[in-house]
């Protein structure tokens, strides 16, 4: 049996209410009399019910995250930055990976919500998300991060600027003297991939060619069959723009070393160190995760003030692959 506080009290040979001021740090106890529980405490191994101490104060003092894969270096990085604000609040961070899914989405949020957590931070799989009206009715603060949440919910949500750094990846070729660029992006009904596609759009204007355009979930086949059918064209494309990190590196290994302008949006580990280097347009994952975190804390304080919606910047890195000529 774990000991409690009353084994504390008897041990130290005093009050029920002494220890508890000691464990809680609060005033009042003689010092030589704090030195006596203290000691107990230790003897013992003594430990405090977190959960029923931050149950009584009206909160759980956890947070829930959802993301789509933990395995993912972007959401890893963002996680690890909402559990570091979580833990400067005194809170532990619960997460789970939806895999794109909003099925799995909704359960994981579900989940969190039974087990009573202060507040949530949703990277989104789906675009309905009627499903959290009674929990934000209730007073459960979300936010949504990477992407925005569906129709009739309206909360704080951090976005990357996905279309402006697509335009500046593609500008960025097209000033290398690239006209024929092809796009490889993720699935279409995604947020990101969307937007990311609808700047490169913008960018090359009259010069887009449809033919030049890949949208779908990707896989080392589907990014061959994709760049072999471009690479046949008559007129075929000189530069590629990746739409993730995962795609860039599937483009990798589909070109197996073929020389060919490159550009990727989101910048991952060792793209310095190949030769020559990948270009990125870089986004701070980091950042986002914060930023969420530190408006979902906002809210748990008491902030009642209409929703934000800040646009995170993002940056050309420039390594060589993108500086390539036609």
């Known amino acids: 049996m774990r000991p409690t506080m009353k084994d504390v009290a008897s041990a130290a040979g005093v009050a029920l209410k002494t220890v508890s001021r000691v464990v ?39 947070i829930g995250l959802v993301i789509e894969d933990v395995a993912d270096p972007f959401y890893a990085s963002l996680s690890r930055a909402v559990e570091d604000v979580a833990a400067a609040y005194g809170c532990l961070l619960l997460s789970g990976s939806s895999s794109e899914e909003p099925a799995r989405e909704r359960e994981l949020v579900r989940t969190f919500c039974t087990r009573r957590v202060d507040g949530l931070i949703v990277v989104p799989a789906g675009d309905d998300h009627s499903y959290l009206r009674p929990e934000l009715d209730a007073g459960t603060p979300a936010v949504f991060a990477d992407r925005p949440p569906g129709p009739g919910v309206d909360v704080d949500t951090v976005l990357s600027d996905n279309a402006g750094g697509a335009a500046l990846a593609t500008r960025h070729l097209m000033a290398c003297g690239h006209s024929r660029i092809a796009f490889l992006g993720d699935d279409p009904s995604i947020y990101t991939a969307a937007r990311r596609l609808h700047g490169y759009r913008a960018a ?37 723009f990746t739409g993730n990190g995962r795609l860039t590196v599937t483009v990798l290994r589909a070109l197996a070393g073929r020389p060919m302008a490159l550009v990727g949006f989101d910048d991952f580990e060792l793209a310095d160190l190949l030769v020559p280097g990948v270009t990125v347009v870089a986004q ?35 390594r060589g692959s993108g500086e390539l000529p036609p």
């Open 284 to 318: 701070d994952p980091a950042g986002m995760g914060r930023t969420a975190a530190e408006l979902l804390f906002r809210r748990l304080a008491g902030d009642t003030g209409p929703s934000e919606h800040p646009l995170l910047p993002v940056r050309l890195v420039p």
């Open 204 to 240: 090359l204007g009259g010069l887009q060619d449809e033919r030049l355009v890949a949208m779908r979930p990707p896989s080392l086949d589907s990014v061959r069959s994709d760049l072999e059918r471009m690479l046949a064209l008559e007129h075929p494309p000189t530069a590629v």
């Open 24 to 62: 809680n740090g609060e005033p009042g106890v003689h010092p030589a009399t704090a030195d006596r529980v203290r000691a107990a405490i230790e003897s013992l191994g003594y430990s405090r019910n977190e959960s029923a101490r931050v149950l009584r104060r009206g909160r759980t003092a956890t």
